[in-house]
């Protein structure tokens, strides 16, 4: 079966440069979830689209931004990049269901290192 | 807010053997949902297995089996017949039963499996 794909799996970057990364939801969820995971923590919930709209937001920094295309696809702008940027960064995806039952399926990630 | 615990940071099991990690959280909410996901050395993040609050029967998934006791807020997981590939860190996670809601995640626990 397909899975979340993230996009790419591994990046690094220096400090105050830009960042985007991607994410391709299983086919037919419409629902998009971010998360960040830093070094032996919890992952922590950044933002979500459904329907190409912003569900919710968490602990999202103003230098970051998303969004969700046409085709369901979400890309996490990341700018002026810190030190503690450094993490993996995991998209999952879900559909949306009536009964609200939706389960996340997450993608590999994408791990971030910021020198 | 929500939050979810596991208190025991670190479990050893031996191989073919039966262990059972801890999980407790704190919602106001009737409607919800529980997770455990299971993230390996790869750090992917793996659906073990998911638990409706309005069910009274504890969901199975072949190995795996939780015990869910509603009133006193509390969900663990049981592996039985431990694999070594069931070394893992492993998440308990919630979601609030409204639509397209985010995940919480507790700190995890890493469990070894001694051969």
């Known amino acids: 079966a397909a899975g979340v794909i993230q996009s790419p799996r591994h990046l690094i970057k220096e400090k105050r440069e830009t960042a985007t990364l991607k994410c391709y939801p299983i086919p037919r969820h419409d629902t998009v979830y971010w998360y960040q995971q830093g070094p032996g923590q919890d992952p922590q919930f950044l933002i979500s689209?459904?329907?190409?709209?912003?569900?919710d937001k968490g602990s999202i920094p103003d230098r970051f931004s998303a969004q969700q295309f046409s085709d369901y696809h979400s890309e996490l702008n990341m700018s002026s990049l810190e030190l503690g940027d450094s993490a993996l960064y995991f998209c999952?995806?879900?559909?949306?269901?009536?009964?609200?039952?939706?389960?996340?399926?997450f993608g590999p990630g994408t791990r971030l290192l910021v020198l | 807010a929500q939050t979810v615990t596991q208190s025991q940071p670190e479990m050893s099991v031996q191989e073919a053997e039966t262990v059972t990690l801890s999980c407790t959280y704190d919602?106001?909410?009737?409607?919800?949902?529980l997770f455990w996901y299971k993230q390996p050395p790869s750090r992917q993040m793996i659906l073990v297995i998911r638990?409706?609050?309005?069910?009274?029967q504890n969901a199975t998934e072949n190995r795996f089996s939780v015990n869910f006791q509603k009133a006193a807020k509390s969900f663990s997981l049981k592996i039985s017949d431990s694999q070594l590939g069931d070394a893992a860190m492993y998440f308990c996670?919630?979601?609030?039963?409204?639509?397209?809601?985010?995940?919480?995640f507790g700190k995890g626990i890493t469990l070894s499996v001694r051969p």
């Open positions: 638990q409706e609050a309005y069910k009274q």
């Open positions: 689209f459904y329907e190409k709209m912003q569900s």
């Open positions: 996670a919630y979601r609030w039963g409204g639509a397209n809601s985010k995940l919480t």
């Open positions: 999952a995806s879900s559909l949306h269901l009536a009964g609200n039952g939706e389960t996340q399926y």
């Open positions: 919602t106001s909410e009737s409607d919800y949902y």
